[in-house]
């Protein structure tokens, strides 16, 4: 696994990376795509879309090569996504994007990029939107926009890797947004999301649990993902995510950062009327563990016991 992760390290993705650099090397192309982007808002405006910018035909050849989710399948998830909609997006801040903080060599893209710590609060509605996108019953029909979420986001990480490998980028570190960051990643919106839920007192089925990381294992393949890395079940998704951590957690200025800029953004939202800001710190770390917090500097600040079981006696009682 490692010396296929190391490989992993290295490869971005061809087809968006040729792709965004056709495009981005010329101002004039550039200025092209992103009017066209702009305008692109559902999957109806994908024809038009086309008829401007003809090379993004690959990627329907993609959703070709990949194929329909079975669709009881994922009636099942989205069923699964409805019922616990407000813990799961509350779990992306709290414990999804810190997750992806604590892999250091990860989250210097992040950092790198700026706009994860200085526009925080628009990131995270950013992700909350995709994610809902995703889970959406008609996401992917016409009047959806899963499928121009899925293109926009697979061309964003493209034009991450074209940017930072122009500017002071450390390739020892391996390409920006790499085959390896990006499984973690989609292990932050599936395994991960479903450790927080039990975490929070939710009793999930091996049979959600699975439903749950094969979907999102579908997505990460329109995402650009090699099939290597996509999980089919609990396990190679444990697997995964294990051989990933233990190459990836350690303590970094950049994760730190990102982390407190996380907080402080919390801090601004809340109202501490049924949670004080110093909680929503006890919080994340009752749902990392201490292990994950201390590598980030999460203040060791209190979740009460009372407020853990008042939480599972809702989460119970939902």
């Known amino acids: 696994m490692q010396a296929n992760l190391n490989q992993f390290r290295q490869l971005g993705d061809q087809l968006a990376d040729d792709f965004v650099t ?45 194929g329909n ?10 069923k699964f996504y409805n019922q616990k909609s407000a813990y799961i997006l509350q779990l992306l801040g709290l414990l999804s994007l810190p997750y992806c903080y604590a892999a250091a ?28 996108s995703m889970m959406n ?19 964003m990480h493209a034009a991450g890797r074209f940017y930072l490998q ?26 991960i999301v479903i450790r927080g839920l039990r975490k929070m007192g939710f009793t999930i089925s091996y049979q959600q649990q699975m439903d749950y990381i094969v979907y999102w294992s ?16 609990g396990k190679q998704a444990f697997d995964l995510e294990k051989a990933i951590s233990d190459r990836h957690f350690k303590p970094s200025e950049a994760g730190k950062q990102l982390t407190k800029s996380l907080l402080q953004c919390f801090y601004n939202l809340n109202d501490e009327k049924q949670i004080k800001n110093a909680e929503i710190a006890g919080f994340m770390r009752f749902l990392l563990g201490d292990d994950v917090s201390n590598l980030l500097d999460i203040p060791k600040a209190n979740f009460p016991l009372s407020k853990q079981l008042l939480l599972k006696l809702k989460v119970n009682l939902s």
Do not use: C, H
């Not at 066209?36 to 109806?44: R, S």
């Not at 008609?138 to 899925?150: P, V």
């Open 137 to 155: 019953p008609k996401g992917f029909d016409n009047d959806g926009d899963a499928k121009i979420q899925l293109f926009k986001v697979r061309t």
């Open 218 to 233: 579908w997505l990460g393949g329109i995402l650009g993902l090699n099939e290597a890395l996509l999980p089919k079940d």
């Open 22 to 66: 056709l495009y981005f090397s010329d101002s004039e192309k550039k200025k092209k795509l992103n009017q066209a982007l702009a305008e692109l808002k559902t999957n109806a405006n994908w024809p038009n879309f086309l008829l401007q910018i003809p090379e993004a035909a690959w990627f329907d050849s993609e959703l070709l090569r990949l």
């Open 69 to 78: 989710f079975d669709i009881l399948l994922r009636n099942r998830v989205l």
């Open 166 to 191: 122009k500017s002071n980028w450390d390739n020892s570190l391996g390409l920006p947004v790499n085959q390896e960051d990006m499984a973690g990643t989609n292990l932050s919106f599936s395994l």
């Open 105 to 132: 060599d990860g989250a210097m893209v992040l950092y790198q990029t700026e706009r994860m710590y200085k526009d925080v609060a628009k990131r995270l509605e950013e992700t909350g939107m995709f994610v809902a």
